[in-house]
């Protein structure tokens, strides 16, 4: 059987919220959803937040074009070689800097060392009140809609 599991990560990949916040938004999502199994996750380093078989492509932030999977599979590799903790490129198309997290995924990716995940959601929910989980995690959060 395949999984959708919504992860929701703070925009900036350093950012963690205080325990307090995190077993509030817990809760919170409880209260929303009569699913599914909830977790929170907590790592040391920055990880890549992937969005599963939704993957699609990566657009340049800063000139739109669309990026080659082959420099972004070198570029990711590069950067996990230092934990993702310098996540900064220099794009091929427009030889300008960026970010990988900056980086438009399609679907939505991204870079964190913290999330929540809600596998196999029954309703969107938490995605029409995402003001109120940024509010309760004090950060802007990215979602990511991934499927296994």
Same mark, same amino acid.
């Given at each position: 059987?395949?999984?959708?599991? %919504?992860?929701?990560? !703070?925009?900036?990949?350093?950012?963690? !919220?205080?325990?307090? #916040? /995190?077993?509030? #938004?817990?809760?919170?999502?409880?209260?929303?959803?009569?699913? +599914?199994? %909830?977790?929170?996750?907590?790592?040391?380093?920055?990880?890549?937040?992937?969005?599963?078989?939704?993957?699609?492509? /990566?657009? +340049?932030?800063? +000139?739109?074009?669309?990026?080659?999977?082959?420099?972004?599979?070198?570029?990711?590799?590069?950067?996990?070689?230092?934990?993702?903790?310098?996540?900064?490129?220099?794009? !091929?198309?427009?030889? $300008?800097?960026?970010?990988?997290?900056?980086?438009?995924?399609?679907?939505?990716?991204?870079?964190?060392?913290?999330? %929540?995940?809600?596998?196999? !959601?029954?309703?969107?929910?938490?995605? $029409?009140?995402?003001?109120?989980?940024?509010? %309760?995690?004090?950060?802007?959060?990215?979602?990511?809609?991934?499927?296994?």
């Amino acid at each position: 059987m395949s999984d959708t599991v %919504i992860k929701f990560i !703070p925009a900036n990949p350093r950012f963690v !919220p205080k325990k307090e #916040a /995190i077993n509030e #938004a817990e809760l919170w999502i409880r209260s929303l959803t009569s699913c +599914c199994e %909830i977790k929170s996750i907590l790592t040391d380093e920055i990880r890549f937040i992937d969005q599963g078989e939704n993957f699609q492509s /990566i657009i +340049c932030p800063l +000139c739109l074009d669309e990026i080659s999977l082959d420099w972004w599979s070198d570029a990711m590799e590069k950067a996990s070689e230092n934990h993702f903790d310098n996540l900064s490129v220099i794009v !091929p198309c427009c030889y $300008r800097e960026t970010s990988l997290n900056n980086l438009q995924y399609h679907w939505n990716a991204g870079f964190a060392r913290f999330s %929540i995940e809600i596998m196999n !959601p029954t309703n969107e929910e938490v995605t $029409r009140n995402i003001k109120t989980l940024e509010n %309760i995690l004090s950060c802007f959060v990215k979602k990511v809609d991934a499927y296994y």
